[in-house]
């Protein structure tokens, strides 16, 4: 019996602390040492459980982020009447995230993800563009379904993201939701 195998949510707490890392500190200033430290992992399970590494590390963070937003982008798309109300509310919700944990742990997804981790290797930039690309479907799908051309949803989609990323990261800056609340309330006249 594998020494591993006694701790069976070793895997997950090494995500955890990654992504938490990752977005907190960077990617270059994350070291494998010390995600092995925060995570109380024992010393080679990290590359027990991501055998390439730091890169292969970033991935897993990198698609698990993705999935949940994508997922909470689906839950304000399948519970709200339209899709203007489903991203400005969506918006809402990072805004009173953003309150409730006084901004800690908060950090845009093109932040990190775009900037920092695109220019380190090709299949870290192709997993940033799928990110955007699936962020980017979920929200021109409902727009599509209300009526909207297929390209012009894809454009409103696009911009969409580029605002509450960009509102978030203002948010982050002068640690208020003002930005956020601005945001929302552009949906209707971006998606009108």
Not at 1 to 9: E, F, I, R, T, V
Not at 133 to 146: N, R, T
Request: hydrophobic residues 40%; glycine residues 6%.
């Amino acid at each position: 019996m594998s020494c591993l195998s006694n701790k069976p949510n070793t895997r997950e707490a090494i995500v955890d602390t990654a992504s938490k890392l990752f977005f907190t500190q960077g990617y270059h200033a994350t070291g494998l040492n010390q995600i092995i430290k925060d995570s109380d992992s024992p010393k080679g399970s990290l590359y027990y459980y991501f055998p390439h590494g730091k890169e292969e590390l970033a991935l897993t963070c990198i698609n698990r982020t993705s999935e949940m937003v994508a997922g909470q982008l689906r839950y304000f798309v399948e519970n709200r009447a339209t899709g203007s109300e489903a991203m400005s509310d969506f918006i809402l919700g990072m805004a009173e995230e953003a309150a409730d944990s006084d901004f800690v742990g908060l950090v845009p997804f093109s932040f990190w993800l775009a900037v920092e981790t695109s220019c380190i290797s090709q299949e870290l930039r192709q997993a940033s563009q799928s990110v955007f690309k699936d962020w980017q479907e979920v929200i021109a799908e409902c727009l599509v379904k209300e009526g909207e051309n297929v390209q012009d949803a894809y454009d409103k989609a696009s911009v969409i993201l580029s605002l509450f990323e960009g509102a978030l990261l203002q948010a982050l800056t002068y640690r208020d939701v003002q930005p956020l609340l601005a945001a929302a309330k552009s949906i209707p006249a971006i998606l009108g």
